[in-house]
């Protein structure tokens, strides 16, 4: 996913809003959007954004909690002083997201038309057994600074932390006949994704004799960690009718274990030497280690 932030407000203008809406598809929004500058001559900016939605029908198997998808975007930067001969640059950012929907029915399969027809009219009945659920979780922060330290050089430090965990505790119908009885099967399952990357480099102009060097030294880490439901589960636990409320329950039994765990360190470095205005000539080395268990 490429996450595009939210950057604070140039000068002095702050920013505040509040929106509250309503989709013909029964979903209440709200939207909240702050933004300013502080500090000593504004030099720290900040932006924050919590969007939330909801089921405005109040129907069980469709309802999200208050706490479904929030987002938060927050940039810093920090500028040069008046006294001093370098340049600081800096920025911090964050995007997590929290959703959870009750009652999930994963889908409710069928062949037959009268039944069918019946369990559309059957709207205000709670369909999905008790325990069913949906869970997500995706954060993502980034963070960068970076150091002028004369004219030719320039230092920077770059860092992105993502997390991404998902578990489904989902039913599944299998209609048997035009009376509306029906096996119910309940999947349930957990996998969670998490990266970590830094990079750090030096950048800067050497000359030598007519020749000017663009020269770049860096290092670089990444750790990557997958995790996967030790005991997922897919299988009939109960029957029903469906015009009678589903009872079938089925509470969790997950747990994960770790199945990759990935590390990446680097070492690099290149020199663009510059022949003419026009022409130029690029080398480079990169030394990578690369670990894998899982």
Not at 7 to 13: Q, Y
Not at 179 to 197: I, L, P, V
Request: charged content about 20%; proline content about 4%.
């Amino acid at each position: 996913m490429n996450y595009v932030t939210k950057k604070p407000p140039i000068g002095d203008r702050q920013i505040a809003s509040v929106d509250l809406g309503y989709r013909s598809t029964a979903v209440w929004s709200e939207h909240l959007d702050l933004g300013g500058r502080v500090g000593p001559d504004n030099m720290f900016g900040y932006r924050f954004r919590l969007p939330l939605q909801r089921d405005a029908r109040g129907r069980q198997d469709l309802q999200r909690r208050p706490r479904a998808p929030r987002f938060l975007f927050a940039r810093r930067r920090c500028a040069p002083h008046p006294r001093s001969h370098r340049d600081v640059r800096g920025a911090v950012s964050g995007a997590p997201c929290v959703g959870h929907h009750d009652g999930v029915l994963d889908r409710a399969i069928h062949r037959l038309d009268a039944a069918g027809d019946a369990l559309r009219r059957q709207q205000h009945i709670r369909h999905a057994g008790p325990a069913s659920e949906h869970d997500t979780n995706l954060q993502i922060y980034t963070a960068g600074l970076r150091y002028n330290l004369n004219p030719d050089w320039t230092a920077s430090a770059t860092y992105s932390f993502s997390k991404s965990t998902r578990y489904r505790n989902e039913g599944t119908w299998y209609l048997l006949d035009e009376a509306g009885n029906y096996d119910y099967y309940r999947f349930e399952g957990k996998e969670s994704h998490q990266f970590n990357t830094f990079q750090a480099m030096a950048e800067g102009l050497v000359k030598t004799g007519p020749l000017t060097h663009q020269l770049v030294f860096g290092a670089a880490y990444q750790k990557q960690t997958t995790d996967n439901g030790a005991n997922s589960f897919f299988g009939q636990i109960g029957t029903g009718n469906i015009y009678q409320p589903n009872a079938n329950r089925y509470d969790s039994q997950g747990t994960t274990y770790r199945t990759a765990d990935v590390t990446q360190k680097a070492l690099f470095a290149s020199d663009t030497i510059a022949l003419t205005q026009r022409w130029s000539v690029l080398g480079g080395v990169r030394y990578t280690n690369y670990e894998q268990h899982g």
